[in-house]
């Protein structure tokens, strides 16, 4: 754990430069008075990112000790840095810091008493401790007494690093230390790097506590339903778990326990291109006082927000506090899930709008983790581009994923749990001659399987995939549950859909499958 006596020691979370804690309305007059923000015409705070609107996974290290108590995954994901080179970019941010105003948020990730970890985040930006305050689980005055932090996040845009001095790839660099407890961040302004390490810390040391540690959102019905939406950014987490008939128990990041799920988070995060209130009510609603924005173009003089504009990204954000969703669950914990959906945003076209999977193919498919890198999530993408990350979340995973797919796979068989896979990307043709998923249908198929509507529907299997497709559901036209049917040049469909499966069968020897799970891929007739 880090000691605060060495940040105390240059000032930093003490004295004038200092703000230790500070309100969502102080925090935005210091935003505004810094210069790094205004205000919109619906009262949230918007901000640019700079450079940076996505985050920067070739930058990010984790710090390589002998001795550590976990069994990190090495690899192009989780890149070492010696404990030299991190203590390096330390003085320098820490310097930083010690000689520049900065803001301090003490507060939590975890709903849950048992599980949750104390954090900080010291950050240069006064918009960024806004960030957080509003994402992460603030505490009461009663618990602010007795904070003990177990993870510090240190960051400062400001710096660069020098890769022939600091050992990283770039000016920019995330960079996670388990022995000493802290996250150094700099080079990038982009918030979410913020929020997205301490998902990967607690993605770390769950498992060895017996949780598992999902990417994905969560709601719940009036029955105490849960039901669970795994998905990168851009597939749907958000958009299809804030549904006006169910609560939600958060968006991004859970834990599933012997006692059912909970929340990391305290704020949700959401995608706001072409944010139409008629759409996505719940989400409009939320952006207000003490909402964020990132990267959204507001007009001048009305300061109303544009989000149909790509002027600086399409991964335009808004970060806001769970409450701001009217039927959120506060604290954010649910029982066992009943109903989990795999959601991919499939640019070839070729998935289907939903299907039913068995537990094998569960598995196969949680480990495949297929799906498209959509614009502006990661820097340098600017279309969809086919990839796979596996559980869903590649980037943010630092142990074997063997780990966390037996997990998954032992969750399941014991809580009879029904899965589905969910194409939220193309129909019609691939990206560029098809066309989006209609959200409406999206939504309804959705509702439909989480409600139990597709469990006495007939189905017919995919011939190439072998996943079950129905053949009705009610408020969907039939002809689009099959995606076969809405290309107009079915050959061509055929064809699609063969590299895609070649795909996937190349991607299945990246693990030591088991036999029943590799049978429940895909199959190359002919």
């Given at each position: 754990m880090l000691d605060t006596r060495e940040l105390e020691a240059l000032g930093i979370g003490r004295g004038e430069r200092a703000y230790v804690d500070l309100s969502p309305a102080e925090l935005v007059e210091h935003a505004i008075r810094r210069g790094e923000a205004q205000l919109t015409s619906d009262g949230a705070l918007t901000a640019t990112t700079g450079q940076y609107t996505g985050r920067s996974p070739k930058d990010k290290f984790v710090v390589q000790r002998a001795g550590s108590p976990y069994e990190i995954f090495w690899g192009k994901i989780n890149q070492p840095i010696s404990p030299e080179h991190y203590q390096g970019l330390k003085r320098k941010v820490m310097t930083y810091l010690a000689e520049h105003e900065h803001f301090v948020f003490n507060g939590f990730a975890g709903a849950d008493p048992k599980y949750r970890m104390p954090l900080r985040v010291v950050s240069e930006y006064a918009w960024h401790s806004l960030f957080v305050h509003q994402l992460f689980l603030r505490p009461t005055l009663e618990e602010l007494r007795d904070h003990v932090p177990e993870f510090t996040i240190l960051s400062a845009p400001s710096i660069h690093a020098d890769p022939a001095e600091d050992g990283t790839n770039s000016e920019t660099f995330v960079v996670l230390d388990f022995e000493e407890g802290v996250i150094l961040i700099g080079g990038t302004e982009y918030a979410g790097e913020m929020k997205k390490s301490i998902f990967t810390v607690l993605n770390t040391r769950l498992p060895y506590q017996d949780v598992l540690p999902m990417h994905c959102s969560a709601n719940i019905g009036e029955q105490g339903d849960v039901a669970l939406f795994f998905g990168l950014s851009g597939t749907g987490k958000t958009t299809l778990s804030a549904d006006p008939s169910r609560r939600l128990i958060g968006d991004d990041e859970h834990g599933?326990?012997?006692?059912?799920?909970?929340?990391?988070?305290?704020?949700?995060?959401?995608?706001?291109?072409?944010?139409?209130?008629?759409?996505?009510?719940?989400?409009?609603?939320?952006?207000?006082?003490g909402a964020v924005l990132e990267n959204v173009v507001v007009e001048e003089g009305t300061r109303a927000p544009d989000y149909a504009s790509q002027k600086y990204t399409e991964n335009t954000r808004a970060a806001y506090p769970v409450e701001f969703i009217p039927n959120a669950v506060i604290p954010g914990v649910g029982g066992q899930p009943t109903t989990i959906l795999f959601l991919t945003a499939d640019a070839t076209g070729v998935l289907p709008p939903i299907s039913r999977l068995d537990e094998a193919q569960a598995m196969y498919h949680f480990l495949a983790g297929y799906t498209s890198k959509l614009a502006g999530t990661e820097r340098g993408v600017t279309e969809p581009s086919p990839t796979f990350s596996t559980c869903f979340g590649e980037p943010f995973w630092t142990l074997a994923p063997t780990v966390y797919a037996r997990m998954l796979g032992e969750r399941i068989a014991r809580?009879?749990?029904?899965?589905?896979?969910?194409?939220?990307?193309?129909?019609?043709?691939?990206?560029?001659?098809?066309?989006?998923?209609?959200?409406?249908?999206?939504?309804?198929?959705?509702?439909?399987?989480?409600?139990?509507?597709?469990?006495?529907?007939?189905?017919?299997?995919?011939?190439?995939?072998?996943?079950?497709?129905?053949?009705?559901?009610?408020?969907?036209?039939?002809?689009?549950?099959?995606?076969?049917?809405?290309?107009?040049?079915?050959?061509?469909?055929?064809?699609?859909?063969?590299?895609?499966?070649?795909?996937?069968?190349?991607?299945?020897?990246?693990?030591?499958?088991?036999?029943?799970?590799?049978?429940?891929?895909?199959?190359?007739?002919?």
């Open positions: 599933w326990t012997d006692r059912g799920v909970f929340n990391f988070e305290g704020g949700c995060y959401a995608k706001c291109i072409n944010l139409s209130q008629a759409a996505e009510p719940q989400i409009w609603d939320a952006i207000r006082f809580h009879n749990v029904q899965v589905f896979l969910v194409n939220t990307g193309w129909t019609g043709g691939p990206y560029g001659e098809g066309k989006r998923m209609n959200l409406a249908y999206t939504r309804t198929m959705v509702q439909a399987a989480i409600a139990g509507k597709l469990r006495d529907v007939s189905y017919e299997e995919h011939p190439v995939f072998g996943i079950a497709m129905p053949t009705s559901c009610p408020g969907v036209p039939s002809e689009v549950l099959n995606p076969r049917n809405t290309w107009q040049d079915k050959e061509r469909y055929d064809v699609q859909a063969k590299a895609l499966a070649e795909k996937f069968q190349e991607n299945a020897k990246r693990f030591d499958l088991d036999p029943e799970v590799a049978a429940a891929g895909p199959k190359i007739s002919g």
